[in-house]
């Protein structure tokens, strides 16, 4: 049996919702995209939810409410999805891209308060692979100095740390793509916290119209649809078992694979609540094989593996040649994206697959 890295498996709730969603005859964004937004604001603990056609259409607008244009400068991680640093590009502003802190993958506040200059208007933090970068330090960075905070939590749906949810201090994006943990096939949730932007950001998604052929303002068609949310809006209610069945894979994996030599298994911070995303191992020098072969070994026993990111984005030549790209000194996000490989943590896994992945990787250790 072969086990994906994810898992997209539509249960009867989605199928049910999708066609009532056919038979309306309304497919376009409408009464099933605002439940969406209702019940995951509800969820998640935010004044506001505005759906897009994407996470990455969620980042663009969510940067252009906070008020980034060009010339203006967003700090965030170089070792994200290229989404994230697309998104301030297309805005015409510029990254500045600081090093990660390689146990929790995200950006550190310490270089990003250091990064801050006149020209600074946000932070995006990434919250990769579903744990959230340290918001309580980024909340005071960005309070001192009078920035806003635009959360790229497209991997973190209900993410938390000690009593914050990711997405609740300003404006938080979230992903809606078929293998996120939350999925519409394509789509975008923003999280807003004032109404002034919730308002602006319902006109920009709808080509700048208050109400129909009033124009306000130059806009985009970035509307989800009824179709799309309807699959996500299915789901929700299931979104906490998931993350359930997720915890336990995660804790089933590091306990068979910690003492592995060379082998650094993903750890969660005291008071965080990881909602595991991706589950990404580290390999390092010590290990007696490369990420490239033990990937090779999983495959041959059936076990899908995935490598987020191979390279850090500023490595890319279209990034490191870009001017709108400011990356520092980033040792640490260089060296962990040549160590890092993802193993199937899925709500779709048995036991028998979990037992399989453990020991496809022992095996893959013992044959050297
Ligand atoms: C998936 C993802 C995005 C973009 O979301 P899309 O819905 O694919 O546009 C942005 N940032 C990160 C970190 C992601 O993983």
Redesign the pocket.
């Known amino acids: 049996m072969h086990i994906n890295i994810s898992d997209v498996s539509i249960s009867s709730e989605e199928h049910a919702l999708v066609s009532q969603v056919l038979q309306s005859g309304n497919l376009a964004q409408g009464r099933i995209v605002a439940e969406l937004e209702t019940k995951f604001g509800d969820l998640v603990g935010a004044k506001h939810v505005v759906a897009t056609s994407?996470?990455?259409?969620?980042?663009q607008l969510a940067l252009e409410v906070a008020g980034v244009g060009p010339g203006d400068e967003v700090i965030t991680s170089p070792f994200?999805?290229v989404?994230?640093l697309n998104?301030i590009l297309t805005r015409g502003a510029i990254a500045r891209l600081v090093d990660i802190d390689p146990v929790t993958f995200n950006v550190r506040p310490d270089l990003v308060e250091g990064a801050i200059s006149d020209k600074t208007k946000a932070i995006m933090p990434?919250h990769?692979y579903g744990l959230l970068a340290d918001m309580d330090r980024i909340r005071h960075i960005a309070e001192k100095h009078n920035l806003r905070v635009v959360e790229?939590a497209?991997?973190a749906h209900f993410a938390t740390q000690g009593g914050y949810s990711a997405g609740t201090l300003d404006l938080g994006?979230f992903?809606?793509?078929a293998t996120?943990n939350l999925s519409a096939g394509?789509?975008?949730l923003i999280t807003v916290q004032n109404a002034a932007d919730s308002d602006r950001l319902r006109v920009l998604r709808n080509q700048g119209m208050r109400n129909r052929y009033e124009y306000v303002a130059v806009g985009y068609n970035y509307r989800l649809t009824d179709l799309a949310a309807a699959l996500a809006l299915a789901q929700l209610p299931r979104l906490s078992d998931v993350i359930t069945a997720r915890r336990r894979n995660a804790a089933f994996l590091t306990s068979a694979l910690r003492d592995l030599p060379g082998v650094v298994a993903p750890s969660v911070p005291t008071g965080y609540a990881h909602v595991w995303?991706q589950y990404t191992l580290r390999l390092s020098q010590e290990a007696p094989l490369t990420r490239g072969e033990l990937a090779d070994v999983l495959a041959a026993h059936g076990v899908g593996t995935g490598i987020y990111y191979p390279k850090i984005l500023p490595d890319h030549r279209v990034f490191a040649e870009h001017p709108n790209v400011i990356a520092g000194n980033l040792p640490d996000a260089r060296r962990v994206a040549s160590e890092v490989i993802s193993l199937p943590v899925h709500q779709g896994l048995s036991d028998t697959d979990l037992h399989q992945i453990a020991d496809a990787v022992t095996g893959a250790f013992k044959g050297r």
């Open positions: 994407s996470g990455t259409t969620a980042l994200t999805f989404a994230t998104s990434v990769l790229d497209a991997q994006c992903s809606l793509y996120k394509e789509g975008g995303h």
